[in-house]
């Protein structure tokens, strides 16, 4: 198998006005569907958004990004115990998944099907974008997707083909700062330099860091990408979406 496939990927944000259609959106689903998940239960549900109409109403909720206002699909991956509930409703017997243990479950089985479909949408040609946003306002997508009770937004996936033929492949850690051979190693104050220099020596880091106001790439990324009171508010959402919190 080539691995350079998986090397080169990119994330496409800027897609062009060809239609993809249902059929393919679907052989897609169907072949991601295949992807490894927790006790042959796949614990997973996707809505697919293709409408104009559709699309508009979830742009906010995705603050209007490029990649979400310009894709012609949008999928919104859930987590979704509420169907094997049901199952179990329907065959005399009790579901266990409505607990912390049964979300994470959920959420493992969504992740792993919301990467196959990346994966199998850009071996067939397409282009992607992950859309975080989706956990930024699970309320907000709950409502306008009508998601019951057992199901809850994970991960949004703008879908479509590019607009462009070559996109800019994204730095990443190298190979020692995520491999630990036989147990887990800490980081060194030494170690944490030799990851993170390539990352923080990248030009568009320093324009990152300048137009933020910050001295370093780890304040931009900490302080104001992902600050910590942003992560509470997303936790207690999805803990309230989870009934562990109300």
């Known amino acids: 198998m080539n691995l350079d496939f998986f090397r080169n990927r990119a994330t496409v944000r800027v897609f062009s006005d060809r239609e993809v259609p249902d059929s393919l959106v679907c052989e897609i689903i169907e072949a991601a569907a295949h992807a490894p998940n927790t006790g042959n239960m796949q ?5 697919v958004t293709k409408s104009e109409e559709g699309r508009q109403k979830l742009a906010p909720l995705h603050f209007n990004q490029p990649a ?22 329907c065959r005399q017997a009790k579901t266990g998944l409505y607990n912390f243990g049964g979300w994470l479950s959920a959420i493992t089985d969504a992740a792993i099907f919301a990467q196959q479909i990346v994966t ?5 040609g397409l282009g992607c974008c992950y ?9 907000g997508f709950s409502e306008a997707l009508d998601l019951p ?5 994970l991960v949004g996936i703008a879908l479509g083909y590019p607009a462009e033929k070559e996109h800019l492949v994204s730095d990443r850690l ?12 800490d980081y060194t104050a030494e170690d944490i330099d030799a ?10 880091s320093e324009i990152f860091i300048a137009e933020n106001g910050k001295r370093t790439l780890a304040q931009v990324f900490s302080e104001v990408r992902y600050p910590r009171d942003l992560n509470e508010a997303v936790g207690d959402a999805a803990l309230r979406r989870m009934g562990v919190r109300k």
């Not at 614990?43 to 809505?47: I, R």
């Not at 199998?120 to 067939?124: L, W, Y």
């Not at 009770?149 to 937004?153: C, I, N, Q, Y």
């Open 174 to 185: 190298p190979m020692p700062a995520i491999v630990h051979f036989e147990k887990f190693h």
């Open 195 to 204: 990851y993170y220099k390539e990352k923080e020596s990248l030009a568009e």
């Open 120 to 124: 199998a949408a850009e071996a067939n």
């Open 68 to 89: 979400a206002t310009g894709a012609p699909v949008l999928l919104t991956v859930c987590a979704d115990i509420r169907r094997f509930g049901k199952w179990c409703d």
């Open 131 to 139: 859309l975080g946003t989706a956990t930024y306002n699970i309320d």
């Open 43 to 47: 614990l997973y549900s996707v809505v």
């Open 149 to 153: 009770e057992g199901v809850m937004p």
